[in-house]
């Protein structure tokens, strides 16, 4: 198993950066395929971004494409999230997740098996 714990979100205006963090502890997060889902008041779970084991191969969500970047650091045990060019759209609790590897890098909630408590990104217009 692994726990997860984001940190970094905050208050920013539109137009802004914000870079989240996911510390894991216990397995190392190089077995995991990691991602960040968001869920914003009142909405279901969306899909943000994902990134393989080895940090070669990422997807993203259309809406965030060209501005939100996913790395991760395995020696540091710890996946990224940075957000530039914020819209008040971005609103949302982002959760951090993991699975086992996988072949596929999934873009699907559901098909994730450990998330974290989640960190508040707010975006003023």
């Known amino acids: 198993q692994v726990a997860l714990v984001e940190s970094g979100g905050g208050l920013v205006q539109a137009g802004g950066s914000l870079r989240l963090s996911c510390a894991a502890s216990?397995?190392?997060?190089?077995?995991?395929?990691m991602a960040w889902v968001r869920q914003a008041p009142g909405k279901a779970r969306e899909f943000v971004a994902a990134?393989?084991?080895?940090?070669?191969?990422?997807v993203y969500a259309d809406s965030v494409q060209g501005r939100f970047t996913i790395s991760r650091d395995n020696a540091k045990n710890t996946v990224y999230l940075q957000m530039n060019s914020l819209k008040p759209e971005d609103t949302a609790v982002h959760y951090c997740?993991?699975?086992?590897?996988?072949?596929?890098?999934?873009?699907?909630?559901?098909?994730?098996?450990?998330w974290g408590q989640g960190t508040q990104v707010t975006v003023s217009s």
């Open positions: 997740a993991a699975r086992p590897l996988s072949i596929i890098v999934s873009r699907r909630p559901n098909e994730y098996d450990y």
């Open positions: 216990g397995r190392t997060v190089s077995s995991y395929t």
């Open positions: 990134i393989s084991g080895s940090g070669g191969r990422t």
